[in-house]
């Protein structure tokens, strides 16, 4: 079992209300054997809802309400169901505030990215869980299909 971004199997759930679906996603979603988590819907923010980048330890909307708590809270609920699960991989959507591995937007709103992790994937690095990126999925289906 491997933890996925929610978005990532077509769940509509993105904050614009649409999905990022990818297709071996969906069929390991399908095959049972990825978990589906919205750090930001688990955190109690709506669909859709304002769009958020990372500023330094804090997540701002684009109307510059501090979304931080909903932040940090939705992306400890996914840990925790990952830890229960004990997943030890995890293919999160690129460049989101919460499920970006190593590329994030900068908090100006303005398309530029920077060097850094969304608020999910930082806690799941500090505990040993794998991320990879939806542009890696067949790097990781190459793990899984070697680990069988
Ligand atoms: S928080 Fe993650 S799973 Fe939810 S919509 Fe954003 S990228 Fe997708």
């Keep these: 079992m491997i933890a996925v971004s929610r978005c990532l199997i077509g ?8 999905n990022n679906l990818c297709k071996e996603i969906k069929e390991l979603y399908d095959q049972g054997l990825a978990l589906p988590l919205c750090p930001e819907v688990l955190g109690g923010l709506p669909i ?5 980048e990372v500023t330094g330890e ?9 979304r931080t708590k909903e932040y940090t809270q939705g992306a400890k609920i996914a ?11 995890a293919v999160l959507k690129a460049k989101s505030p919460s499920c970006g591995k ?14 850094g992790d969304g ?13 990879y990126s939806e542009n890696e999925v ?11």
């Excluded at 608020?119 to 991320?131: P, S």
Aim: aromatic content about 6%; overall charge positive; proline content about 1%.
């Design 11 to 18: 769940e509509n759930c993105t904050y614009a209300g649409k």
């Design 48 to 52: 859709p809802r304002t769009s958020c």
């Design 58 to 66: 804090k997540v701002i909307d684009q109307k510059g309400i501090d």
């Design 79 to 89: 840990l925790d169901k990952c830890l229960e699960k004990n997943i030890k991989i």
């Design 102 to 115: 190593n590329h994030i937007y900068d908090g100006t709103f303005s398309h530029q990215l920077v060097e």
């Design 119 to 131: 608020i999910f994937v930082q806690m799941l690095k500090e505990k040993g869980i794998a991320v």
């Design 138 to 148: 067949t790097e990781v289906l190459k793990l899984i299909n070697g680990g069988k």
